[in-house]
């Protein structure tokens, strides 16, 4: 146990932990709340990779809890809005963790910002079993919150994996769809994919290890809002961590080549549990959120795939006014609506 700047590190016992130099000092981009305790833990996955997180608990709380696990955005760093959504349900009497994914931030996994549909499921499963572990969390009562590209990932998890009993995807992307279509499906044909996937083969022989870049600086006048949103939350004090690759150097070019061939939401329409997705009016990205909850309800009657078994517990909440990058922090307008989300944990985790 290592004592610093009031903070506690320590990890769940495992025979393959590797040890991980974890910061010591509150390094986030938002304050840490009176009503909660924090302490940064370690969990192992099925693949062997070791997560580096930050616990969030009630502060006097007695019993066993309900509890949260929050990942995301895709390319972020939980010390960003992953850890301010855990920290805020903390506040509303449930145990909540951040974690880093596989790859990235302060979890282990090389060559570094890389990804996989699999692996990085397998992150939130993952989570989930150090949750259902711990002595004052109910096993019973564990929810996942999925943010911007996680929210994808948090849907996959929740069709995969019936001990999530509540889920809530915020101002999603399905990184699956995008990185085989393009953006707004612009490049969803054979011709457009095939050209991505030359590329791509050429990068693995050339410069396996370059890096993408990040959010870009400056923005250009005549680029669109959204990348001008991203930049304000990445690239300002707002939001901006040194170990976040959209804050700085990106994804590795290739880091993402699998998902581009794989499809996440093909067994949502079969999630039994509840499920939030809440997405702003004005954000690029609301078509992610609307198309995967009506495929999620309704299923897809011309390819012969059931609406859900549980419709009842789904729903779609469309935020008005708020951008996508709204819902990471709040933005200007106290968009992220922390009642509604305490409501629906506690009715589905109870």
Not at 29 to 57: I, N, P, W
Not at 134 to 147: A, F, H, S
Not at 148 to 158: M, S, Y
Not at 298 to 310: D, E, L, V, Y
Request: hydrophobic share 40%; glycine share 10%.
């Amino acid at each position: 146990m290592l004592l610093a700047c009031g903070l506690v590190a320590w990890a769940q016992p495992s025979n393959n932990m590797e040890t991980l130099n974890l910061t010591q000092e509150w390094d986030k981009t938002f304050a840490l709340s009176e009503k909660v305790g924090h302490r940064k833990v370690t969990f192992t996955t099925q693949y062997g990779f070791t997560l580096a997180a930050d616990l969030y608990e009630p502060k006097n709380a007695t019993g066993k809890m309900a509890a949260i696990a929050v990942s995301g955005p895709f390319g972020a760093v939980k010390e960003q809005c992953s850890g301010l959504y855990a920290m805020r349900m903390a506040e509303q009497g449930m145990v909540a963790m951040a974690f880093d994914p596989s790859f990235t931030g302060e979890s282990s996994g090389t060559p570094r910002r890389t990804a996989s549909p699999d692996i990085n499921t397998e992150d939130f499963m993952a989570a989930v079993d150090y949750l259902s572990k711990l002595p004052n969390v109910d096993p019973e009562r564990i929810g996942v919150i999925g943010i911007c590209g996680w929210g994808g990932i948090a849907l996959n998890a929740a069709a995969a994996d019936p001990r999530i009993k509540a889920t809530v995807a915020s101002t999603m992307y399905d990184m699956t769809r995008v990185s085989g279509n393009g953006y707004f499906d612009g490049d969803d044909n054979e011709q457009a994919r095939h050209s991505a996937r030359e590329a791509l083969s050429a990068q693995r022989l050339s410069n396996p290890a370059a890096m993408a870049g990040g959010v870009i600086a400056p923005v250009p006048a005549d680029a669109p809002q959204f990348v001008k949103d991203y930049h304000a939350y990445y690239k300002t004090p707002r939001g901006y961590h040194p170990r976040s690759g959209n804050s700085t150097d990106g994804w590795r070019v290739i880091g993402t080549q699998a998902y581009a061939n794989a499809r996440f939401l093909r067994y949502t329409n079969e999630i039994r549990s509840a499920v939030l997705v809440m997405h702003g009016e004005k954000a690029h990205s609301r078509y992610f959120g609307e198309d995967a909850f009506n495929y999620m309800v309704n299923g897809n009657a011309a390819a012969g795939i059931k609406p859900n078994p549980c419709p009842g517990n789904k729903e779609l909440l469309i935020i008005p006014g708020a951008t996508h990058c709204d819902l990471y922090d709040g933005g200007d307008g106290n968009y992220i609506p922390w009642t509604k989300l305490a409501q629906f944990f506690n009715t589905y985790l109870k």
